[in-house]
Nanobody
Framework: QVQLVESGGGLVQAGGSLRLSCAAS????????MGWFRQAPGKEREFVAA????????YYADSVKGRFTISRDNAKNTVYLQMNSLQPKDTAVYYC????????????????WGQGTQVTVSS
């Protein structure tokens, strides 16, 4: 079973940047699309960004388009989320997960979740 471990969260001022990492165990990492999601207090978990297994396709939620960039390094079994121009509304616990395709990932049809990493943006 694949295990996912997110890291890189923290407290940042509005306008700042953070880079999240998600390290995956297992030898099949490169066969799956990967995604980032977030959940703010009192809200449902929502899709943020996804990347295909081959890295040639990416997809973003409108709320982060132009500010966040998803990437992956299949040799390191790691997917990243570079977050720039952070805003207080980006405050949430961020999770990664894998799925069969970008479409399914964007629809939250994914496998198991990691424990998440907290991102807090102060105004």
């Amino acid at each position: 079973q694949v295990q996912l471990v997110e890291s890189g969260g923290g407290l940042v001022q509005a306008g700042g940047s953070l880079r999240l990492s998600c390290a995956a165990s297992g030898r099949t990492f490169s066969s799956y699309a990967m995604g980032w999601f977030r959940q703010a207090p009192g809200k449902e978990r929502e899709f943020v960004a996804a990347i295909s297994w081959s890295t040639d396709s990416t997809y973003y939620a409108d709320s982060v388009k132009g500010r966040f960039t998803i990437s992956r390094d299949n040799a390191k079994n790691t997917v990243y989320l570079q977050m720039n121009s952070l805003q207080p509304k980006d405050t949430a616990v961020y999770y990664c997960a894998r799925g069969s395709t970008i479409l399914l990932v964007s629809s939250l049809v994914v496998g198991s979740w990691g424990q998440g990493t907290q991102v807090t943006v102060s105004s």
